[in-house]
């Protein structure tokens, strides 16, 4: 025997979906989506989530939970596969607006949504929304700052906003400690090195945990490495300009003029140049402060 409770619930959930079908075919040109329906038989035609709040008559978390299970079963059926399963983010909305403190919404649809079509990434600036409020909701979840940031970085090159979310994110309860050496290289793939370094420094000082104190210790000693490359490659550039060769060693460009003083290394290692590219490296570390270079369009 169904109970009344369960009875109520099955048709608060049939009214809202005809409701909201019907409020949606009612508000856009009924060709255009019947156009849309024999191009895409699978098109599944979901309530709008402004409709589906008013309409749910208070059993809100009910049809939450029946549309994550939308979602999952939408995401795992495989004839969605060539529409790069392009509906999941209208799943993941209306959940979000049925129940806004319900978490996994959000980490899945932060994962799930971009897709790559091998030409390129489509869907990001949904998968970008969905965590953007999911982080309103959620402001000390460092996960979820965490998947922004990736969004952010490999999708959409925004690495100073991505570090932002990185700095963010190394301070809440329960971050991984890599978090913070995260938001400085971010910073760095901005061009910033001077910014990252203060953000290492300061997460230096403000740590008591000596794992991070040691981390930032030694991205402190990175990012000067990488600001002196950056000097020494454009006084290498000046020389080259002036005499049409690279310098053999760096102490040509002080005979030269062309620079004051070589720095010392900070890990203990030298700078040297190639005379045949003129790039310049360190012995002890030899690799740009950059992260998550994409791509990807």
Not at 74 to 89: E, I, N, V
Not at 207 to 231: F, N, W
Not at 232 to 261: C, M, Q, W, Y
Request: net charge neutral; charged share 20%.
């Amino acid at each position: 025997m169904i109970s009344l409770r369960a009875g109520l619930l099955a048709c608060a959930s049939l009214l809202t979906y005809s409701v909201g079908t019907a409020w949606n075919v009612a508000t856009f040109n009924r060709h255009e989506v019947a156009k849309k329906l024999r191009d895409n038989p699978d098109l599944i035609v979901l309530p709008r989530p402004e409709i589906a709040k008013v309409s749910a008559l208070g059993f809100t978390a009910f049809l939450a939970d029946m549309y994550w299970i939308g979602a999952t079963h939408y995401y795992g059926d495989s004839r969605h596969r060539p529409q790069h399963f392009a509906q999941l983010h209208e799943y993941i909305d209306l959940i979000n607006a049925l129940a806004p403190q319900f978490k996994a919404p959000y980490v899945f649809g932060g994962a799930a949504v971009p897709w790559n079509t091998s030409t390129g990434w489509v869907n990001v600036e949904y998968s970008v929304r969905i965590l953007e409020r999911g982080i309103a909701e959620f402001p000390a979840d460092w996960k979820l700052r965490l998947f922004l940031a990736y969004d952010y970085s490999a999708y959409q090159k925004r690495y100073r906003e991505a570090g932002d979310q990185l700095k963010v994110a190394a301070t809440l309860p329960g971050a991984p400690t890599y978090l913070a050496g995260l938001a400085t290289r971010m910073y760095a793939s901005a061009g910033d090195l001077a910014g990252a370094t203060a953000i290492a420094k300061a997460i230096y000082d403000g740590s008591t945990d000596p794992r991070i104190k040691a981390a930032m210790k030694r991205r402190v000693a990175e990012l000067h490495i990488s600001q002196d490359v950056q000097g020494l490659n454009e006084a290498v550039a000046r020389f080259h300009s002036l005499f049409g060769r690279f310098p053999r060693r760096l102490t040509e460009l002080i005979d030269a003029d062309v620079l004051k003083v070589i720095p010392n290394e900070p890990l203990g290692g030298q700078y040297v140049v190639d005379p045949n590219t003129g790039e310049v490296y360190s012995t002890s570390f030899n690799d740009q402060v950059t992260l998550f270079q994409s791509t990807n369009p």
